[in-house]
C-alpha cells in the first residue's frame, strides 16, 4: 500500500464543521485519507517520500455531479436557446438512437470533461433501455477511473421503446448484476424509471422492492407541478407525487431531479420522506422557464431537504460538464430570486460535495476530505489574475473559479489528472471517436447541422420515437400545446 502526501495546501474540509486549514497537508494510505492537519504537524509524525508540493493551491473534496446525461456530450451547441418542450422532446428523441457505440464515445468525453472540471463521482440518468447501451456508459467512466452510478431507463407506459415491462425490468437486473461494484467498487448502479407518468404502478413496485432487496438508490425526474404533473393527473389520476407513493417509490432511497414549481404541500411529502432533490440550475437558465417554474430552493433548503446539484444535459450548451458553472449559477439565481446571501457559498459547496455524497448513500465513504474516507480529492490553482487577489476561499470557488482552475485529481488515492495531464485516458482519441459519433446521431436523428446552425427535422419529435404505439400522439401534438401553454397561463 503506497502512502502519498499532499503539504502545503489550503484545506476545504468541507467537513461537518466546514474547517477550512490555512497550510495543512493530507497524507493518504492507499485508497484512503489516514491523516490531515496542519503541514508542520503532519511533517512531525510523517516522513513520506511520494508528495505533491500544493503549495499556492486548495485541496477540496472531488465534485459529486447528482444528474448528468453522458449522451449530451454530444449536443455542443445543437440546443441553445430551445424553450422546455423543444429541448425536452429533441434531447430524447436524440438520445434513444444512441447505438453502443455512439454512447461508449459520447461517455467517454463526458468522462474527459469531467475530470477536466474535478468531478470524481458522477450519477448518471440513463437514456437507453438496453443493457447493451447503458453498459457503455459504466465502461467508459471506469476504465477511466472515476466513481459512478449508472442504469437502465424504465418507462412501460409512454416510454420511447416497444420493450415490455418484463424485458426491461430485465435489463435493469442485468446491469444490476453484472456492473455493482465492479471496477474496484468505483461503479455502482442505480434503478431509473423514466418518469412518474411513464411508469406503471406494478413496475415502481417492483423496482422498489428491487431496490429494497439490492439497497439501491432509484434516480428520476421528478415534476411535482410544472410542466408535467398535469399529464398524471390527466392520464393516470394521481398526482405525480401521489403516483410515487403509491408505487412504494417515495422514500430516502429516491434522488428527485428538477422537482421544479414544487409547492409547501410537495416540499412537506418529500422532506418527510426523506428524499433528495438535484438541482440544474443551468439547464432551465437555458430553457428559459421564468421564476415561477423554478426550483424553489430557498423553502427546500429551510425546510431541510438534502439539495444537491448537478448538470443534467449542460454538456450541449455550456463548456462541458462543470460542476462549477452549476454552483455559480444556484448562488446567482438565488441571490436573484430571493435576495442576495439568502444561500452561502458554503452551502452551495455542500451541495456540490458531501450532500451528493447523503443522496447516494455514500456519506461515510466520500462527500468531505476527513480521515478514513476515500481519498477523492481535488487541487485548484487560484492563481489566475481574474480570480486574484483574495481571501475568502469558499466565496471564490463558488462565485469565480471553473473547472479550468483545477490541475489534479485523485479519486482513491489514484492520481488521474496531474497538472492538467489526464493520465487515465487519452483526450484526443477520444474527441477523434467523439466527433464521428456525433456526426453519426446527428444523422441518424435527421438533424441538419451548418457552420452557422442546427436544425432538428420538421416533423413533432413524437412521431419520431421508435415506440409505434407513442408516435400516434405525434399527430395529436397541438393537443399536447395547448396543454402546456394552458399552464403558462394558470397563476
Ligand atoms: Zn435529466
Same mark, same amino acid.
Given at each position: 500500500?503506497?502512502?502519498?502526501?499532499?503539504? *502545503?495546501?489550503?484545506?476545504?474540509?468541507? *467537513?461537518?464543521?466546514?474547517?477550512?486549514?490555512? *497550510?495543512?497537508?493530507?497524507?493518504? +494510505?492507499?485508497?484512503?485519507?489516514?491523516?490531515?492537519?496542519?503541514?508542520?504537524?503532519?511533517?512531525?509524525?510523517?516522513?513520506?517520500?511520494?508528495?505533491?508540493?500544493?503549495?499556492?493551491?486548495?485541496?477540496?473534496?472531488?465534485?459529486?455531479?447528482?444528474?448528468?446525461?453522458?449522451?449530451?456530450?454530444?449536443?455542443?451547441?445543437?440546443? $441553445?436557446?430551445?424553450?422546455?418542450?423543444?429541448?425536452?422532446?429533441?434531447?430524447?428523441?436524440?438520445?434513444?438512437?444512441?447505438?453502443?457505440?455512439?454512447?461508449?464515445?459520447?461517455?467517454?468525453?463526458?468522462?474527459?470533461?469531467?475530470?477536466?472540471?474535478?468531478?470524481?463521482?458522477?450519477?448518471?440518468?440513463?437514456?437507453?433501455?438496453?443493457?447493451?447501451?447503458?453498459?457503455?456508459?459504466?465502461?467508459?467512466?471506469?476504465?477511466?477511473?472515476?466513481?459512478?452510478?449508472?442504469? &437502465?431507463?424504465? +418507462?412501460?407506459?409512454?416510454?420511447?421503446?416497444?420493450?415490455?415491462?418484463?424485458?426491461?425490468?430485465?435489463?435493469?437486473?442485468?446491469? $444490476?448484476?453484472?456492473?455493482?461494484?465492479?471496477?474496484?467498487?468505483?461503479?455502482?448502479?442505480?434503478?431509473?424509471?423514466?418518469?412518474?407518468?411513464?411508469?406503471?404502478?406494478?413496475?415502481?413496485?417492483?423496482?422498489?422492492?428491487?431496490?429494497?432487496?439490492?439497497?439501491? $438508490?432509484?434516480?428520476?425526474?421528478?415534476?411535482?407541478?410544472?410542466?408535467?404533473?398535469?399529464?398524471?393527473?390527466?392520464?393516470?389520476?394521481?398526482?405525480?407525487?401521489?403516483?410515487?407513493?403509491?408505487?412504494?417509490?417515495?422514500?430516502?432511497?429516491?434522488?428527485?431531479?428538477?422537482?421544479?414549481?414544487?409547492?409547501?404541500?410537495?416540499?412537506? &411529502?418529500?422532506?418527510?420522506?426523506?428524499?433528495?432533490?438535484?438541482?440544474?440550475?443551468?439547464?432551465?437558465?437555458?430553457?428559459?422557464?421564468?421564476?415561477?417554474?423554478?426550483?424553489?430552493?430557498?423553502?427546500?433548503?429551510?425546510?431541510? +431537504?438534502?439539495?444537491?446539484?448537478?448538470?443534467?444535459?449542460?454538456?450541449?450548451?455550456?463548456?462541458?460538464?462543470?460542476?462549477? &458553472?452549476?454552483?455559480?449559477?444556484?448562488?446567482?439565481?438565488?441571490?436573484?430570486?430571493?435576495?442576495?446571501?439568502?444561500?452561502?457559498? $458554503?452551502?452551495?459547496?455542500?451541495?456540490? &460535495?458531501?450532500?451528493?455524497?447523503?443522496?447516494?448513500?455514500?456519506?461515510?465513504?466520500?462527500?468531505?476530505?476527513?480521515?478514513?474516507?476515500?481519498?477523492?480529492?481535488?487541487?485548484?490553482?487560484?492563481?489566475?489574475?481574474?480570480?486574484?487577489?483574495?481571501?475568502?476561499?469558499?466565496?471564490?470557488?463558488?462565485?469565480?473559479?471553473?473547472?479550468?482552475?483545477?490541475?489534479?485529481?485523485?479519486?482513491?488515492?489514484?492520481?488521474?489528472?496531474?497538472?492538467?495531464?489526464?493520465?487515465?485516458?487519452?483526450?484526443?482519441?477520444?474527441?477523434?471517436?467523439?466527433?464521428?459519433?456525433?456526426?453519426?446521431?446527428?444523422?441518424?436523428?435527421?438533424?441538419?447541422?451548418?457552420?452557422?446552425?442546427?436544425?432538428?427535422?420538421?416533423?413533432?419529435?413524437?412521431?419520431?420515437?421508435?415506440?409505434?404505439?407513442?408516435?400516434?400522439?405525434?399527430?395529436?401534438?397541438?393537443?399536447?400545446?395547448?396543454?402546456?401553454?394552458?399552464?403558462?397561463?394558470?397563476?
Amino acid at each position: 500500500m503506497q502512502n502519498l502526501l499532499i503539504k *502545503n495546501a489550503t484545506i476545504i474540509t468541507v *467537513n461537518g464543521k466546514n474547517e477550512v486549514i490555512e *497550510n495543512g497537508s493530507i497524507v493518504i +494510505a492507499g485508497k484512503r485519507i489516514k491523516d490531515i492537519g496542519p503541514a508542520e504537524e503532519i511533517a512531525r509524525k510523517y516522513r513520506i517520500e511520494n508528495e505533491i508540493d500544493a503549495h499556492g493551491m486548495v485541496a477540496m473534496p472531488g465534485l459529486i455531479n447528482g444528474h448528468i446525461h453522458t449522451i449530451a456530450s454530444l449536443y455542443k451547441g445543437t440546443m $441553445v436557446g430551445f424553450g422546455f418542450e423543444k429541448t425536452a422532446g429533441e434531447d430524447t428523441a436524440l438520445a434513444f438512437r444512441a447505438t453502443p457505440e455512439i454512447m461508449l464515445a459520447a461517455s467517454r468525453l463526458a468522462a474527459a470533461e469531467m475530470l477536466l472540471s474535478g468531478t470524481t463521482l458522477a450519477n448518471v440518468a440513463t437514456d437507453a433501455i438496453t443493457f447493451e447501451v447503458s453498459s457503455q456508459t459504466a465502461e467508459a467512466l471506469g476504465q477511466a477511473g472515476m466513481k459512478a452510478f449508472v442504469q &437502465t431507463a424504465i +418507462a412501460d407506459i409512454f416510454g420511447p421503446t416497444d420493450y415490455d415491462a418484463d424485458a426491461q425490468l430485465a435489463e435493469a437486473e442485468k446491469l $444490476v448484476l453484472e456492473y455493482r461494484g465492479k471496477f474496484d467498487g468505483r461503479i455502482c448502479v442505480s434503478l431509473g424509471p423514466a418518469g412518474d407518468i411513464s411508469t406503471s404502478l406494478k413496475t415502481m413496485r417492483h423496482l422498489a422492492d428491487l431496490a429494497e432487496r439490492e439497497d439501491l $438508490v432509484v434516480h428520476m425526474h421528478v415534476f411535482p407541478r410544472w410542466p408535467t404533473g398535469i399529464f398524471s393527473l390527466l392520464f393516470r389520476g394521481r398526482s405525480p407525487l401521489g403516483l410515487l407513493k403509491a408505487g412504494k417509490l417515495l422514500n430516502r432511497r429516491l434522488i428527485a431531479v428538477h422537482f421544479l414549481a414544487a409547492n409547501n404541500g410537495d416540499i412537506k &411529502t418529500i422532506t418527510k420522506a426523506g428524499v433528495s432533490v438535484v438541482h440544474c440550475p443551468s439547464v432551465w437558465m437555458n430553457a428559459g422557464i421564468g421564476p415561477k417554474h423554478w426550483l424553489p430552493i430557498k423553502s427546500l433548503y429551510e425546510a431541510g +431537504a438534502n439539495i444537491t446539484l448537478g448538470t443534467d444535459s449542460c454538456g450541449g450548451w455550456i463548456e462541458g460538464s462543470d460542476m462549477f &458553472t452549476e454552483m455559480r449559477n444556484c448562488i446567482l439565481m438565488s441571490n436573484f430570486l430571493y435576495g442576495a446571501g439568502s444561500l452561502k457559498p $458554503v452551502d452551495v459547496l455542500r451541495m456540490a &460535495t458531501i450532500k451528493g455524497a447523503m443522496a447516494l448513500r455514500l456519506e461515510n465513504e466520500t462527500g468531505s476530505l476527513d480521515i478514513g474516507k476515500s481519498a477523492d480529492i481535488i487541487l485548484l490553482k487560484l492563481g489566475r489574475l481574474l480570480c486574484q487577489p483574495t481571501s475568502d476561499i469558499p466565496a471564490m470557488i463558488v462565485y469565480s473559479a471553473s473547472g479550468r482552475d483545477v490541475q489534479t485529481v485523485l479519486i482513491d488515492g489514484q492520481v488521474v489528472m496531474r497538472n492538467r495531464e489526464l493520465l487515465t485516458i487519452d483526450g484526443g482519441k477520444i474527441l477523434e471517436a467523439a466527433s464521428l459519433a456525433r456526426e453519426e446521431l446527428y444523422r441518424l436523428g435527421g438533424w441538419e447541422l451548418r457552420a452557422d446552425s442546427a436544425t432538428p427535422p420538421a416533423t413533432s419529435w413524437l412521431e419520431r420515437y421508435p415506440n409505434k404505439g407513442l408516435a400516434k400522439w405525434g399527430t395529436r401534438w397541438a393537443e399536447f400545446k395547448r396543454l402546456f401553454e394552458k399552464q403558462e397561463r394558470e397563476p
